[in-house]
């Protein structure tokens, strides 16, 4: 690893680099340990209200029944991600203009930034809900569902849709927090967001009447409701926040054309190079729901589930990351944000090479947990955690350095090099085997995997080679 040192640097001017607040009396380790401590809480809670929603789904029945109930919630789980794609554009623009911003000083682009981010996140979730109203039916057709998953995936995604607007709004808002080097205020939203998620839910398919019995369409309300308390939280929190760091002003909050297109212009590559991942992977789910497997979709979202604990370090790791690449090219140095990479890159691979040697061993109790007394779902997702510890390294190569290319504002450059690799493997590969029949779940998972290992080199090169720091913002 590298050896800690103090965040001063001096810029290609002779001039000294010194980060603000808190950050910038600490080593180059203890900064990416303090912005990564909170996220990965975050990311924690997240992961509890996701597998908590599977706890429930995996209770609501028994039999075929339960069968269709987790086929429809994977696919109301991959209709989830498609809700945050331009949202998570929006968010990824704000970070990266944040903490250019504060970085360089500028508080008030940071300010503004936050009040255009705001309305963009929750105009990027009106355009999702939209968007799902419509195609809905036409997708779970697509899929191929049973009769009876259909049911249950079509009230599921339609009531999930009402959250984007408010989710929206409240990642911009996070992202633009993190950006700034506060990691503690979106942890504390999403604690709410979380709790109230969990309880309503519970609450709406468990309880007594007349709050319980709505299966799965409680499960997607208490996310709506879940999102709705958190939104509120870190807005009010900003509000009555007295310290140092951002701030609602007039001036942010009402329209400025200019700080909006700086934000779409870094976050629409990510939109298409995400949409894109989206609809390459809808092609994945949709051979996997044709398989001769009964079951084979609600295994595969076991796995998934449970290979989203790895995710946990991983994705906190690289907000911290993200966030310090951005600040010390504001300020100047590119030998810092460098290191901030490689540091975190290294710790990250080991974080998820732990997680995937968990699955290893774990796998039988997980897939147990998740599914209790199904032995169908046991034998279909138990080699998948096998081949999802294998990949981890190469997993958390992918999400540190796109990551932290993304926040230095290289989305362009992510955008065409992920949706190549993702392109071959994921549609071109899957579709020749497929159509000879020559796939299987687990063979699934493992072309999945050799995308992600084929990724991880290239990304490792384009590190390497530099240009991502001269990204534009």
Same mark, same amino acid.
């Given at each position: ?24 009396? *600490? ?98 979730? $009106? ?45 911009? =808002? ?39 019995? *709505? ?18 939280? =870190? ?102 944000? $460098? ?51 294998? =990949? ?21 450059? $992510? ?28 063979? $699934? ?7 992600? =290992? ?20």
């Amino acid at each position: 690893m590298d050896q800690p040192r103090i965040s001063v640097e001096v810029s290609e001017r002779g001039e000294e680099i010194r980060l603000g607040g808190k950050l910038g009396g *600490m080593t180059l380790v203890m900064q990416v340990l303090t912005l990564a401590f909170w996220p990965l809480l975050e990311q924690i809670l997240a992961f509890f209200v996701g597998t908590t929603d599977l706890l429930i789904a995996g209770r609501m029945a028994a039999g075929e029944e339960r069968v269709a109930i987790l086929d429809a919630m994977a696919l109301g789980g991959y209709v989830g991600w498609f809700i945050y794609i331009f949202q998570g554009a929006v968010a990824t623009g704000v970070m990266a203009l944040v903490s250019r911003a504060v970085g360089a000083r500028n508080f008030k682009l940071a300010d503004m930034a936050l009040g255009q981010g705001l309305w963009l996140g929750a105009l990027a979730g $009106v355009a999702a809900y939209l968007v799902l109203q419509i195609s809905t039916l036409p997708l779970i057709r697509w899929m191929g569902l049973s009769p009876a998953a259909a049911i249950h995936a079509e009230a599921y995604i339609l009531m999930l849709a009402w959250s984007g607007p408010v989710a929206g709004a409240m990642l911009a =808002v996070n992202a633009a927090l993190r950006g700034s080097g506060d990691t503690k205020t979106p942890f504390l939203a999403m604690v709410v967001v979380n709790l109230v998620n969990i309880g309503t839910s519970v609450l709406l398919v468990f309880g007594p009447k007349p709050f319980g019995g *709505m299966g799965v369409e409680g499960i997607a309300l208490g996310t709506v409701i879940g999102w709705s308390a958190g939104l509120l939280t =870190v807005v009010v929190i900003l509000a009555l926040k007295k310290t140092e760091g951002l701030r609602w002003t007039c001036e942010g909050l009402l329209f400025h054309g200019e700080t909006m297109l700086r934000i779409w212009r870094i976050g629409i590559p990510q939109a298409i190079e995400i949409a894109g991942m989206w609809m390459i992977q809808s092609y994945g789910l949709r051979v996997i729901s044709n398989l001769n497997n009964e079951g084979a979709l609600g295994a595969h979202f076991i796995a998934v589930r449970l290979e989203s604990m790895s995710y946990l370090p991983g994705f906190a790791i690289a907000a911290a990351a993200a966030a310090l690449t951005g600040q010390y090219l504001g300020a100047g140095s590119k030998e810092m944000a $460098v290191q901030a990479v490689r540091f975190s890159w290294k710790l990250s691979v080991f974080m998820m090479a732990f997680m995937g040697l968990c699955f290893v061993i774990g796998r039988s109790w997980l897939i147990g947990l998740l599914a209790p007394g199904s032995e169908l779902h046991a034998e279909l997702a138990t080699p998948l955690l096998v081949v999802c510890a294998f =990949v981890q390294p190469f997993f958390a190569t992918c999400i540190i350095l796109k990551t932290t290319m993304r926040g230095a504002g290289a989305t362009k450059l $992510v955008m065409s090099w992920a949706f190549s690799s993702m392109l071959f493997y994921r549609i071109g590969v899957l579709w020749v085997l497929s159509h000879l029949g020559w796939i299987s779940l687990t063979g $699934v998972w493992v072309l999945f995997g050799l995308d992600l =290992v084929t990724q991880a080199a290239v990304f490792t090169r384009l590190h390497f080679k530099g240009k991502w720091l001269d990204a534009k913002v």
